[in-house]
């Protein structure tokens, strides 16, 4: 089978209900890039009144360019066409300059339903921040019964000598794709944050079971919790923001009992949250770095 198709079949949608009247929708699918190239791809939007909608998209979903992008956009009445553009970063694992982020723009993408699965479909521009176009090509989004139940198939119908990638990416997409979404942070990674607070709450704990793992927290080289041991339960630091850019390092001291050390994290200010998991060797550090 051809890796686009099985990652077509890896796609889902799935539709939640906030309070009594706020319907959150979430499509993921692929960007197919003119000239070769295909980029997973991830829209998450409501409803804000009237025609229009706001949310946020993810590219590069499992990739080493993991990026969350502000949306907004525009909604048919009868349903069947949506625009959106990208309006800003929320965070990226990408080291490139905001300059070079080609930003997502739909217009008047198709929304139909086709043998019981939704599916949105369209062409697409990428613009960098000036406006000069950076890329082009199609989008591809769909349900997420379809999908699924196509995955098992293929899943289940895979022998020994089938492709080793379709199975790793059968893997990836049951473990991250449908699991908690967390974005992980391993050897020397970056997690760069959007964040217009003046302070930060480091959370940090073991979400799996306890085995002795210990890190250390910098901030711009400051430590700011040396050699902790990492439990189940939650232990915080407020820290406060007087750089533009403020990096954050945190240090694997210790593996436990069995490795690697992997820690849970959650930074907050105010309403905001971002969850994380660092998935470090002894020594070994990942950065967060909070820009405004």
Same mark, same amino acid.
């Given at each position: 089978?051809?890796?686009?198709?099985?990652?077509?079949?890896?796609?889902?949608?799935?539709?939640?209900?906030?309070?009594?009247?706020?319907?959150?929708?979430?499509?993921?699918?692929? !960007?197919?890039?003119?000239?070769?190239?295909?980029?997973?791809?991830?829209?998450?939007?409501?409803?804000?009144?009237?025609?229009?909608?706001?949310?946020? #998209?993810?590219?590069?979903?499992?990739?080493?360019?993991?990026? &969350? @992008?502000?949306?907004?956009?525009?909604?048919?009445?009868?349903?069947?066409?949506?625009?959106?553009?990208?309006?800003?970063?929320?965070?990226?694992? @990408?080291?490139?300059?905001?300059?070079?982020?080609?930003?997502?723009?739909?217009?008047?993408?198709?929304?139909?339903?086709?043998?019981?699965?939704?599916?949105?479909?369209?062409?697409?521009?990428?613009?960098? =921040?000036?406006?000069?176009?950076?890329?082009?090509?199609?989008?591809?989004?769909?349900?997420?019964?379809?999908?699924?139940?196509?995955?098992?198939?293929?899943? !289940? &119908?895979?022998?020994?000598?089938? &492709?080793?990638?379709? *199975? =790793?990416?059968?893997?990836?997409? #049951?473990?991250?794709?449908?699991? #908690?979404?967390?974005?992980? !942070?391993?050897?020397?990674?970056?997690? &760069?944050?959007?964040?217009?607070?003046?302070?930060?709450?480091?959370?940090?704990?073991?979400?799996?079971?306890?085995?002795?793992?210990?890190?250390?927290?910098?901030?711009?080289?400051?430590?700011?919790?040396?050699?902790?041991?990492?439990?189940?339960?939650?232990?915080?630091?407020?820290?406060?923001?007087?750089?533009?850019?403020?990096?954050? *390092?945190?240090?694997?001291?210790?593996?436990?009992?069995? @490795?690697?050390?992997?820690?849970?994290?959650?930074? =907050?200010?105010?309403?905001?949250?971002? @969850?994380?998991?660092?998935?470090?060797?002894?020594?070994?550090?990942?950065?967060?770095?909070?820009?405004?």
């Amino acid at each position: 089978m051809h890796i686009v198709n099985i990652i077509f079949l890896l796609l889902f949608v799935r539709v939640s209900v906030f309070g009594q009247q706020r319907v959150e929708h979430e499509f993921v699918g692929t !960007l197919q890039i003119n000239g070769g190239g295909l980029v997973t791809y991830k829209l998450v939007f409501s409803e804000t009144g009237g025609l229009t909608i706001a949310g946020t #998209s993810m590219t590069d979903l499992l990739g080493p360019d993991k990026t &969350s @992008s502000k949306i907004e956009g525009t909604i048919s009445v009868d349903k069947t066409k949506i625009s959106i553009r990208e309006t800003e970063n929320i965070y990226t694992k @990408s080291t490139a300059a905001d300059s070079l982020f080609c930003y997502i723009h739909i217009n008047n993408a198709r929304i139909k339903k086709v043998s019981n699965k939704r599916v949105i479909q369209g062409n697409f521009v990428g613009k960098y =921040r000036n406006g000069k176009k950076c890329v082009d090509g199609y989008i591809y989004l769909i349900g997420a019964d379809f999908a699924d139940s196509l995955a098992q198939k293929v899943a !289940l &119908s895979a022998n020994e000598n089938t &492709s080793d990638t379709l *199975k =790793r990416l059968l893997s990836t997409y #049951s473990q991250k794709v449908k699991g #908690s979404g967390i974005t992980e !942070l391993k050897k020397n990674e970056l997690l &760069s944050i959007k964040w217009p607070c003046q302070e930060a709450t480091i959370e940090l704990w073991d979400g799996r079971a306890e085995d002795g793992d210990m890190v250390s927290v910098l901030l711009n080289g400051v430590v700011v919790m040396e050699k902790v041991v990492i439990t189940q339960q939650k232990k915080s630091v407020v820290v406060q923001l007087r750089e533009k850019i403020n990096l954050i *390092k945190i240090i694997a001291e210790h593996e436990g009992n069995q @490795s690697p050390c992997t820690v849970d994290v959650v930074m =907050r200010c105010d309403d905001r949250k971002h @969850s994380l998991q660092t998935v470090l060797n002894k020594s070994e550090n990942a950065l967060i770095k909070l820009y405004n």
